[in-house]
């Protein structure tokens, strides 16, 4: 069974620190790994999408990387903002036992940029 | 604009008192889901839908109906709905290469 762990939970930092969330995830049979950014109350609002075929992928200040052999996903934050304080949910697209598929979330790292 | 949306963002209901949260997308999407979100537990799936007319349940799908008769449209229904549904929504919809976006939420609480 794929189970998803994001590694701190919370995480508080000064504004301009470049920062790494982690993510890893205990089945490497993955389609894809998906960062998510949800702010309190609100909807998830996708940030990136790694093909298991790929490494990393970028967007502006984010960077994420996938690693399945080790099981393991960062999403890199350069030069934060008070703006990216959010939770961040990283989620394996998962192939289940049964040849379906599904997404298996983890529980978040909460991040607090201070000004 | 490119959305999934739902209706309503907010209710707050009785205990047995039938209930319908409808989700919308217009992307087109062939695969919808939908999603509760506890404190503590995370998201998790309780239904999802690979096209039309083909639903299957996820992890959490007791008390919980859908039904997906257009693909553009994807109702979450609780017949029954009790306290232990009181919950945050999320209603998703996924592209062919496997991105999933969500809806804004609907926060439901039963009384």
């Known amino acids: 069974k794929q189970e998803v762990t994001q590694i701190p939970a919370a995480l508080s930092v000064p504004e301009g620190e470049n920062l790494v969330l982690n993510c890893s995830f205990t089945?490497?049979?993955?389609?894809?790994l998906q960062w998510f950014r949800q702010d309190p109350g609100k909807g998830l609002t996708s940030l990136l999408l790694?093909?298991?075929?790929?490494r990393e992928q970028t967007s502006g200040r984010l960077n994420a990387s996938l690693d399945k052999s080790s099981g393991r996903s960062t999403l890199y934050i350069a030069a934060s903002q008070p703006g990216d304080s959010a939770t961040y949910l990283c989620a394996a697209h998962a192939i289940t036992q049964g040849g379906s598929e599904k997404l298996v979330f983890g529980k978040g790292t909460k991040l607090t940029v201070n000004p | 604009e490119a959305q999934v949306t739902q209706n309503p963002r907010y209710l707050i209901t009785v205990t047995g008192k039938k209930l319908t949260v409808t989700c919308s997308q217009n992307m087109n999407h062939e695969y919808m889901s939908w999603y509760r979100q506890d404190p503590g537990l995370g998201l998790r799936q309780i239904y999802y839908s690979m096209n039309v007319e083909v639903t299957d349940k996820g992890d959490v799908p007791e008390g919980y109906k859908v039904s997906r008769k257009e693909k553009r449209n994807f109702p979450l229904i609780l017949e029954s709905p009790s306290p232990n549904q009181t919950s945050l929504y999320f209603c998703?919809?996924?592209?062919?290469?496997?991105?999933?976006?969500f809806g804004p939420g609907t926060r439901l609480t039963v009384l």
């Open positions: 998703a919809s996924r592209t062919a290469n496997n991105e999933q976006f």
């Open positions: 089945d490497s049979a993955i389609y894809n």
């Open positions: 790694i093909q298991s075929s790929q």
